[in-house]
């Protein structure tokens, strides 16, 4: 599992548990880091998606 953080274009942003092979460039399942909800997340609709390690450096 790897966490990443998700902005669209709206400015909303989520950050996520996805499974190592994730492609995120397509719709995929997630996790919320916060409540633990099970989200689709439509990864082409994003602005941003990167690793949250990358973000915390």
Do not use: Q, Y
């Not at 995120?24 to 990864?43: I, M, P």
């Amino acid at each position: 599992m790897k966490n990443v953080f998700v902005e669209f274009p709206d400015g909303s942003s989520v950050e996520v548990s996805v499974a190592d092979n994730t492609e995120l460039d397509d719709r995929f399942a997630a996790t919320c880091l916060l409540t633990g909800e099970r989200l689709w997340v439509n990864g082409w609709n994003a602005t941003t998606i990167e690793p949250l390690e990358a973000m915390e450096a």
